[in-house]
């Protein structure tokens, strides 16, 4: 399915639950879905796009912008096969609550499956937490998240790769990341199964 939208910014117009939020921002098409924490820790608090005005935002935008996702990086970066979004948009004074983020959850997962990316690129301890305990089977009890960065999870319906948390790179850790998503984009990554054999037309139906 195809979404017919030119919006960039908040492409599905949701309204959460707080006078100040940064909603997804991106290609609504994207086969790529960046997910981060919330905009206190990844940035967009004043600009209201995602991973930007923050030191873990530039540090992802470089690597997007290395894999051939995101060019002109900055404030307002235009998004390639990209859309990028967060756990929790709401902006807040103190770190969010768990109950914040359960309220929020449903916004996040709205997005996620409008997108429906095939691949899922969740940064930092919660998103990818978050991202592992709904979206695969990989466990999460005593998950290392510094282990399975910039490794490939298969998700079922989504291909999943771990980040941690750009704010506590190490100097190969952007430089790892960037082989891996070099190497998911250059293969046939679609999560689609072909469900043509079961129909009498001969033409594939291919579905997530």
């Known amino acids: 399915m195809e979404n017919i939208t030119d919006r960039t910014r908040?492409?599905?117009?949701?309204?959460?639950?707080?006078?100040?939020?940064?909603?997804?921002?991106?290609?609504?098409?994207?086969?790529?879905?960046?997910?981060?924490?919330?905009?206190?820790?990844h940035g967009g608090i004043e600009t209201?796009?995602?991973?930007t005005d923050s030191i873990a935002g530039e540090r992802i935008q470089?690597?997007?912008?290395?894999?051939?996702?995101?060019?002109?990086?900055?404030?307002?970066?235009?998004?390639q096969n990209?859309?990028?979004?967060?756990?929790?948009?709401?902006?807040?004074d103190e770190e969010p609550t768990s109950e914040?983020?359960?309220e929020m959850e449903r916004y996040f997962d709205t997005e996620l499956r409008a997108i429906t990316a095939h691949v899922l690129v969740p940064v930092g301890e919660r998103a990818v937490r978050h991202v592992l305990e709904q979206f695969s089977t990989?466990?999460?009890?005593?998950?290392?998240?510094r282990a399975v960065h910039a490794t490939e999870i298969s998700g079922g319906a989504w291909?999943?790769?771990?980040?941690?948390?750009p704010i506590d790179w190490t100097d190969d850790d952007a430089d790892e990341l960037i082989a891996t998503l070099e190497a998911v984009l250059d293969r046939d990554y679609?999560?689609?199964s072909d469900l043509g054999r079961f129909l009498t037309d001969p033409d594939p139906y291919l579905v997530r």
């Open 190 to 192: 679609a999560r689609e």
């Open 62 to 79: 470089r690597v997007l912008e290395a894999v051939g996702l995101l060019s002109d990086p900055g404030d307002a970066p235009t998004a």
């Open 138 to 145: 990989y466990p999460v009890a005593n998950l290392d998240v």
């Open 48 to 51: 209201g796009v995602p991973f």
């Open 159 to 165: 291909l999943i790769v771990p980040v941690t948390d």
């Open 100 to 102: 914040s983020y359960l």
């Open 10 to 41: 908040n492409p599905f117009g949701m309204e959460p639950p707080c006078d100040r939020y940064v909603p997804g921002y991106g290609d609504a098409n994207a086969d790529v879905h960046v997910i981060g924490d919330h905009p206190g820790r």
């Open 82 to 92: 990209l859309f990028c979004s967060y756990l929790h948009m709401c902006v807040s």
